[in-house]
């Protein structure tokens, strides 16, 4: 390891707007806390900071989607991601929020000290302006066609599909996602960072000093270098955020890319009061940085700009950034709930049956470090039952077994005189296996790594295979002859199990503990100087009854889950529902072919319902007053089975807005509500995925 003192890693703040998925934890979480304790085992000072980014557009968006304030949200997803990322024993040595004091304080300052110093160019132009809605538009509050790939749905920032870094005015197309118009520009006033005065500086610092970093970040970085750097504002309209710590500055928060990641020293300093200092400014402390592909400008030049013109602060000495995990062929798409969730799965898979490290192990055998990955269900079930169960469980379970049975539930000698070549090879190939572990590890070759940790209990196997102890025991007389073999066979495979705990511990750490469980050490053993060692566990020592590690996983769980995916990923079809009794159509039920001028004559606007009660005298009606901008409707729906009135007040829907009239229970319904049914016949709204003005017209 390079000559640091102290190793400060931080995993990019999740968005507290929503729960967190598998591709979250492949991306930079796992590998970060794989890295972390493998640095604890080595007795590295270290420490692991991360929390919730709290002041982000995508929050205020959910906020309005769900009629409720900014910090209702942030209370709700900081407290799920945390238990989520606690379930899968993610280590943090803090969770902080950037919603703190602490951090508010700390990102003001910071601010203060570059605008006194000057680093700041004070502009006004003119912005994107939502005259509907009275607002400003942030970047994510705009949305249009990305010019790179033409996806329909990129923000003003960065499209989510192809990943390019994007402006406003870039966009084809652009329109505001509150109110969906067109939107104006309007002057505004905001205070910029001259990015372009540190290129020079980027250049040497990155292109020169850090040739070292990964392919795909030293890459990105060059090519943004490459194309030059542009002054970039570092404040934005809106009254959620870090207020800017300056006079005349109303309405005016820090932009989030600004105060984020100097969430990591806020939470340092909410950690360390009294010692922070030193892990942030001083030389002999490595900092490293955990992110996904989509975070690789902000804290590989926009950060370590910030960092260079406040001073006194340490750079990032690596940026391990990984790429996307896709699931089952297709990318995460939370819109259209594309994703296994960990706090689902974790309910699925539960840590008392250590689902956390099957997940753990999946996650980082097939770990997207160079280029996008896919999880599939089928490749879970299979490595689990032929990995985890086959080889490293399967080895475990045996060598415990026989020992009870051979040695009498106790660790047997070993007989020097009796060591054969076999032994010898043994204990070679775990020596290489530590060397090789630690050159991945720290090299952040995760997958690698994990590969020779699973490499050892392979080895295990066939060291047990070639010794056949059973065979030396196969009646009494043969085991009495032949009990020092046995005793040697059962002695190294007893202490390779005790190597195996120490190797997979940064990796599987339930597991690493329930094997310490069952050799009856404590958990100081798995501290790394102790790997490659056979005198791990004493002679004589009784050691408690084998129990299996892992259980597989049937194929009926598997079918679940992918049911379960498919039900939530799929794009539900429209089923017309305006009737007291909606009927369900099997596939092959078609309706005949229209031609386009029949459905043209259908008008399709966006409402939204402002009140709901139920029909009397009818189980399955609801009448619905439903607001379509120039005019209010009156329709009666038969999903009172499905929604209470009071859960559907505010519900955006689409509304079949020329159909002729109809009594129904004596009630006139002036239109019909599209809605979808699922495999399990609930009912669903269809609806936008943005915020509608009441009247647009569905086209």
Aim: glycine residues 6%; neutral net charge.
């Amino acid at each position: 390891m390079p000559e640091f003192k102290r190793y400060l890693v931080t995993a990019a703040l999740p968005y507290a707007n929503g729960p967190v998925h598998i591709g979250h934890l492949a991306g930079c979480y796992l590998p970060a806390d794989i890295y972390v304790r493998y640095l604890r085992a080595r007795k590295i000072p270290v420490q692991f900071i991360c929390g919730t980014d709290e002041h982000g557009v995508p929050i205020t968006i959910k906020a309005l989607q769900e009629n409720t304030s900014p910090q209702a949200i942030v209370d709700r997803y900081h407290q799920l991601i945390r238990d989520s990322f606690a379930a899968m024993d993610i280590s943090f040595d803090i969770f902080s929020r950037t919603s703190k004091p602490i951090h508010h304080e700390t990102a003001a300052a910071f601010f203060k000290k570059l605008y006194d110093e000057g680093y700041f160019e004070e502009k006004e132009t003119e912005q994107f302006y939502d005259e509907e809605k009275q607002t400003f538009l942030a970047d994510r509050y705009i949305v249009g066609t990305c010019p790179v790939c033409g996806y329909e749905k990129a923000y003003g920032d960065q499209c989510e599909k192809c990943g390019s870094s994007l402006s406003p005015d870039e966009l084809i197309n652009p329109r505001s996602a509150l109110s969906d118009t067109i939107p104006v520009k309007r002057k505004t006033k905001h205070w910029y960072m001259p990015l372009q005065r540190f290129e020079p500086w980027l250049r040497q610092w990155i292109l020169e000093e850090h040739r070292e970093w990964k392919a795909n970040v030293y890459g990105q970085c060059k090519s943004w270098l490459d194309h030059g750097l542009q002054s970039r504002a570092m404040t934005r309209d809106s009254h959620w955020g870090v207020k800017v710590p300056l006079p005349n500055a109303e309405g005016k928060v820090l932009y989030v890319w600004f105060d984020a990641p100097i969430g990591y020293i806020s939470a340092t300093r909410e950690l360390l009061p009294d010692s922070w200092q030193q892990w942030w400014q001083q030389e002999d402390t490595r900092l490293i940085h955990f992110i996904g592909k989509d975070n690789i400008v902000f804290h590989c030049i926009i950060f370590p700009a910030m960092l260079k013109a406040h001073g006194g602060y340490i750079l990032p000495d690596n940026v391990p950034a990984n790429e996307f995990l896709n699931i089952e062929g297709q990318k995460v798409s939370t819109s259209r709930n594309w994703a296994v969730w960990v706090h689902e799965y974790i309910r699925d898979f539960p840590t008392e049956q250590r689902g956390q490290d099957v997940l753990r192990y999946v996650l980082c055998a097939n770990m997207p470090e160079t280029k996008d990955n896919d999880f599939t269900w089928k490749d879970f079930q299979d490595r689990n039952n032929n990995e985890l169960v086959a080889i490293l469980g399967n080895f475990v379970n045996r060598t415990l077994v026989l020992m009870h049975k051979l040695c009498k539930g106790k660790v047997p000698p070993f007989h020097e005189h009796l060591k054969d070549e076999r032994d010898e090879q043994l204990y070679v190939n775990l020596q290489q296996a530590k060397q090789k572990i630690e050159q991945n590890l720290e090299q952040f070759h995760f997958r690698d790594a994990l590969t020779e940790v699973m490499n050892v209990a392979r080895e295990g196997n066939k060291y047990l295979q070639d010794k056949a102890p059973w065979l030396l025991a196969r009646d009494e007389a043969a085991q009495q002859a032949n009990q020092q073999l046995i005793d040697n066979t059962i002695f190294m495979c007893l202490q390779l199990t005790a190597n195996l705990a120490i190797f997979l511990n940064p990796f599987l750490p339930a597991t690493a503990r329930k094997i310490c469980y069952l050799l009856k050490v404590v958990d100081r053993m798995l501290e790394w100087e102790n790997a490659g060692s056979l005198k791990l566990l004493s002679v004589g020592y009784s050691l408690r009854a084998p129990e299996l590690l892992f259980r597989k996983i049937e194929d009926a769980e598997i079918e679940k889950q992918i049911q379960k995916l498919q039900s939530g990923g799929q794009q539900p079809q429209p089923n017309i529902s305006a009737s007291p009794q909606p009927q369900k159509e099997s596939s092959s039920s078609a309706k005949p072919i229209i031609n386009f001028e029949d459905f043209d004559k259908i008008d399709l606007r966006v409402g939204t319902i402002i009140a709901a009660e139920k029909v009397q005298k009818a189980d399955k009606l609801l009448q619905l007053t439903v607001d379509l901008g120039n005019e209010q409707r009156t329709i009666v729906s038969g999903i009172a089975q499905h929604y209470a009135p009071e859960q559907i007040i505010g519900q955006q829907v689409v509304v079949v807005a020329n159909l002729a009239p109809r009594k129904l229970k004596g009630i006139t319904s002036q239109g019909m509500i599209l809605m979808a049914e699922d495999q399990q016949g609930k009912l669903h709204f269809i609806a936008p995925s943005a915020i509608i003005s009441p009247g647009g017209k569905v086209s």
